[in-house]
Structures are given as structure tokens and as C-alpha cells.
T-cell receptor
Framework: DTGVSQNPRHKITKRGQNVTFRCDPI?????LYWYRQTLGQGPEFLTY????????KSRLLSDRFSAERPKGSFSTLEIQRTEQGDSAMYLC?????????????FGEGSRLTVL | AQKVTQAQTEISVVEKEDVTLDCVYE???????LFWYKQPPSGELVFLIR??????QNEISGRYSWNFQKSTSSFNFTITASQVVDSAVYFC?????????????FGRGTSLIVHP
């Protein structure tokens, strides 16, 4: 399968614990995005990378959230000291940025439940 | 700032009916891109179409068609002869090219339920 891969698909954790999600983008794609989606809402932007550089972060991304993309390949999104409000689907998408546009291709998401 | 509004939260139709999903957008960018995505119950967002701001030609792909009207800032999506497999949440998205950032913004989605 050559699509965007995310794991774990589901994570249940207790409040205060740290969690990490991984995203493997489509191999030739140079941009990688993280979005968060809650029930009944559209995806909300969190952050994105071009190759290994993190170009922008949303105000939604508190200090407890950190994302990396070492070597410009896979990416990780870590949430420290989880809170119940962090419960959501975390979506990763990748694109081949041409300088004009690039549609995003999404993975299946990682669903986080914080108890 | 950019914004996408999908006023229809849920639409319910019977199979074979035609259905139109509305999308209205706001942007200050002169160059931008519009998208539609489908999110079936399995959860993965599936890309359907991209349209750039310079191309107002309507597009048809099988039972799907899209109507882009810059004058009304709308990019509506019509499914002809709907089928049960069309049941999903559909998202409209906008990506503008201002300030060097390209961050697609999504609407809240329209849930389409097609009854047999």
C-alpha cells in the first residue's frame, strides 16, 4: 500500500499520560500536515512541514503538543500531559507541493481517547 | 483569513434522487484552490476534485459534477442518481496562496444519507 499510513489507529490513555502518533507519508511527497478532527466538525489545521522544516503551527497547538519530521520522511506528533479535551481524531496528510498547489492525501487517522 | 461554510449539516435522500451539496467560501487571496473530499464511515478522507480560482469551467465526472461560481463565491457539488454507497460526510476545502503559506481550510462537512 503506497498511501499515507498512521499508527496507532486507536489510543486510549489516562489523563496526564503522554502519547505519540506516527505518520508515514506517500514517499515522493515533500509536505506533511497534521490536522485534528472532532465529532461533527471538519479537520482543523495543527501544523505542517516542508521536508524536515516545520513551517507553521496553529494557535491550537499548545505547548503540550510537539511535532517532528526528522530527515523529511515520517513524522511524529507527541502530546504531553494529555487532557480530556485532547480526545479527537488526529489526521495526517501529505502532498507534493509544486509551488502552486497540491491536494492533500489523508491517512486513516489516529483516534485518541483520554479518560 | 479564509473561511468555508457548508450550511447543510445533513441531507437525507432516497436512492436515485439527485442531490446538491452547497459550499460558500471567503478569501482575500486572488489565487486559491477549492477541493471536495469524501469521508466514508471508515474515516479516511478521500480527495475528489481540485479547482483553481482561474478556472470557472464546470466539471463532470461520472455521476459527480461541480459548479464553481466566483461571483457568488460558491463551489457546489451535485451527485446525480445517488446510490447508497454515496452515503458519507463531504467536506469542501479552500487553500489560498497568501503570505507564502498554503494551509487548506475545511468546512464543517455535510452528512449525506442515501436510503435504499
Amino acid at each position: 500500500d503506497t498511501g499515507v499510513s498512521q499508527n496507532p489507529r486507536h489510543k486510549i490513555t489516562k489523563r496526564g499520560q503522554n502519547v505519540t502518533f506516527r505518520c508515514d507519508p506517500i514517499s515522493e511527497h515533500n509536505r506533511l500536515y497534521w490536522y485534528r478532527q472532532t465529532l461533527g466538525q471538519g479537520p482543523e489545521f495543527l501544523t505542517y512541514f516542508q521536508n524536515e522544516a516545520q513551517l507553521e503551527k496553529s494557535r491550537l497547538l499548545s505547548d503540550r503538543f510537539s511535532a517532528e519530521r526528522p530527515k523529511g520522511s515520517f513524522s511524529t506528533l507527541e502530546i504531553q500531559r494529555t487532557e480530556q479535551g485532547d480526545s479527537a481524531m488526529y489526521l495526517c496528510a501529505s502532498s507534493f507541493w509544486t509551488g502552486n498547489t497540491g491536494e492533500l492525501f489523508f491517512g486513516e487517522g489516529s483516534r485518541l481517547t483520554v479518560l | 483569513a479564509q473561511k468555508v461554510t457548508q450550511a447543510q449539516t445533513e441531507i437525507s435522500v432516497v436512492e436515485k434522487e439527485d442531490v446538491t451539496l452547497d459550499c460558500v467560501y471567503e478569501t482575500r487571496d486572488t489565487t486559491y484552490y477549492l477541493f471536495w473530499y469524501k469521508q466514508p464511515p471508515s474515516g479516511e478522507l478521500v480527495f475528489l476534485i481540485r479547482r483553481n480560482s482561474f478556472d470557472e469551467q464546470n466539471e463532470i465526472s461520472g455521476r459527480y459534477s461541480w459548479n464553481f461560481q466566483k461571483s457568488t463565491s460558491s463551489f457546489n457539488f451535485t451527485i446525480t442518481a445517488s446510490q447508497v454507497v454515496d452515503s458519507a460526510v463531504y467536506f469542501c476545502a479552500l487553500g489560498g496562496l497568501s503570505g507564502g503559506s498554503y494551509i487548506p481550510t475545511f468546512g464543517r462537512g455535510t452528512s449525506l444519507i442515501v436510503h435504499p
